[in-house]
């Protein structure tokens, strides 16, 4: 723990170029043609996986807040990072499959393709978002900015519960789709 006299430490760099770096590769990866390079790989599961690490990431923050709620700080950050741990298997899985599959295209009519790109865009740009927001989050309440911390996770988790379920949502409602 901090002690009260000591200077909190400023990781507005690094949170920086973790924010740039993965929703640069992220964006990148939909820019950049596909390598056949692996294609002798099968990498069929790998959105399922992903769709299993949202759901941890759900639970898991999900517990998080109930903890915090009950006061129990260290199970809270345990939590968290175990959220944490599970966004970072979800992220690899993520930038694995998006480098070597082809695109899948949601193949839904009638009002459920609305409602499929209306989840799809807003978990795509509150995905962008979160990034930030969980840095920034995890590095206060790693330093015991507890106020600090408060206000921004205030923001944080909703945001971040959002992402992860409908990150899962998704893949529910393409997966009929993967070829």
Known sequence: MKEQNQKPKNFTGIVIILTIAINGLIALLFLMPKSDKFSHL???????????????????????????????????????????STTLVFLISYVTYHSMAADTHFGGEGIIRPIYFFILITHIVLSAVIVPLAL????????????????????????????????????????????
Not at 42 to 71: E, G
Not at 143 to 164: D, F, G
């Open 136 to 179: 920034i989050t995890l590095f206060r309440g790693a330093q015991m900015q507890v106020e600090r911390h408060r206000k921004i996770a205030r923001w944080t988790m909703p945001l971040w519960l959002y992402v992860s379920l409908t990150g899962v949502i998704v893949y529910m409602m393409i997966s009929p789709y993967y070829s």
């Open 42 to 84: 099968d990498i069929t599961f790998l959105p399922l996986l992903n769709a299993v690490m949202n759901s941890f990431t759900f639970i898991f923050l999900l517990s998080a807040l109930i903890m915090i709620k009950q006061k129990n700080i260290k199970a809270h950050r345990r939590f968290i990072f175990a959220a944490f």
